[in-house]
């Protein structure tokens, strides 16, 4: 089984502060990781993704994420916030190889404010 | 190039009566395909997922179900609305293999009332 664990429903920043959206997950066996940003009544848009090659994965938006597996970790993080950076954030994991049928799971969210 | 359609984007209907909601993937063949709902505050629900034509697993127990009737359309029903089922719809597509992250659609937002 396979789940993820999404620190903090809600984060808020100011506009230039550095964005640090934490996600720790659990597989039995190696994962794929993803981060997906959602803004209001929109669908779910792909940042970054790990796949067992570059531990640090580098997304769109600015967006970066560090896979560590001692830490069963996958945080995303972003140097600089930006207004437009406010939305929802979704951690996933997805169980490499098997028979899984691509099923992602998901954590419960992040909302990330950014203050002028 | 490859692009998901999910429709209607807003629905609202009163309880008891039924559901349709439609998606279509164009520009790729043979995609895996899936239907989430959203609940506020309640993170990304997966509700039924299927690998061909016919072929519908679900993954929760409720008052929806889900018809591949075509390749590339993934229809999502109900014969009798409940209240319960209020929620953004999400449906997604990915390419077979393992290490692809999903395409989503844009979402239908249902108010049962």
């Known amino acids: 089984a396979q789940s993820v664990t999404q620190l903090g429903s809600h984060v808020s920043v100011s506009e230039g502060a550095l964005v640090l959206l934490r996600c720790n997950y659990s597989?039995?066996?190696?994962?794929?990781l993803f981060w997906y940003v959602q803004y209001p009544n929109q669908g779910l848009q792909l940042l970054l993704k790990y796949t067992s090659a570059a531990t640090l994965v580098k997304g769109i938006n600015g967006f970066e994420a560090e896979f560590k597996k001692s830490e069963t970790s996958f945080h995303l993080t972003k140097p600089s916030a930006h207004m437009s950076d406010a939305a929802e954030y979704f951690c996933a994991v997805n169980r490499a190889g098997g028979t899984s049928y691509g099923k992602l799971t998901f954590g419960q969210g992040t909302i990330l404010t950014v203050h002028p | 190039s490859q692009t998901i359609h999910q429709w209607p984007a807003t629905l609202v209907q009163p309880v008891g009566s039924p559901l349709s909601l439609e998606c279509t993937v164009e520009?790729?063949?043979?995609?895996?395909l899936y239907w989430y709902r959203q609940a506020a505050g309640r993170g990304l629900q997966l509700l039924f997922y299927?690998?061909?034509?016919?072929?519908i697993s679900s993954e929760v127990p409720q008052n929806l179900s889900a018809s591949r009737p075509q390749d590339r359309q993934f229809i999502l029903s109900s014969k009798k609305l409940l209240l319960s089922d209020s929620g953004f719809y999400l449906c997604?597509?990915?390419?077979?293999?393992?290490?692809?992250?999903?395409?989503f659609g844009s979402g239908t937002r249902l108010t049962v009332v």
């Open positions: 520009g790729t063949s043979n995609p895996n």
């Open positions: 997604a597509w990915r390419v077979t293999g393992t290490g692809f992250g999903y395409t």
């Open positions: 299927s690998v061909g034509i016919g072929q």
């Open positions: 597989s039995s066996v190696p994962p794929y």
